[in-house]
């Protein structure tokens, strides 16, 4: 082969290499989606388990302003969980562990700690996938892979684009 053709044999190797990391990258981001939405979705049910909602707890500060009207020997903040709230939460309930078919009672406060941990995790993961999947995107798009379906100026406005909290 004379050097044109190696070159064109290498850019297209890397050119199919980058695609193929785009790919996954976007597979494992539909199911962290998933993952989110059935973490979700549980949450959600032990919060109406408990009859709570996110906000509809009193926070801490307000059994604080209770407790220091009394002169009594009990602690002046008690520790109010945003989920359980009035819910025992030794009360045992199911629930079944990620990557496997085990089932198991624990109580209703351990579960759903387990399960906002996860929710914060995999949210993490998908915001990194995500700036990932754009990173990823941009390279493709600058090798001219993309360029019969989105002009390369389009591309790198969308993907320099960012969330901001409000």
Known sequence: MDEGMKLLHQTLIE?????????????????????????????TALRKRANTTKSS?????????????GNESRPLVKEVCRTCGGHDPKENTWMMFAGSDIFARIPFHAAHTILENDQEKVDYESKKL???VKEKTLRISDSGALSDKIGPGVLRSLVTLTDKSK
């Open 15 to 43: 050119s199919e290499t980058q695609a193929e990391h785009l790919l996954l990258a976007r597979h494992q981001l539909v199911e962290n989606d998933k993952l989110r939405n059935g973490n979700r979705e549980a949450l």
């Open 57 to 69: 707890v009193s926070s801490p500060f307000e059994s604080l302003m209770k407790g220091a009207l």
């Open 130 to 132: 995500q700036s990932l």
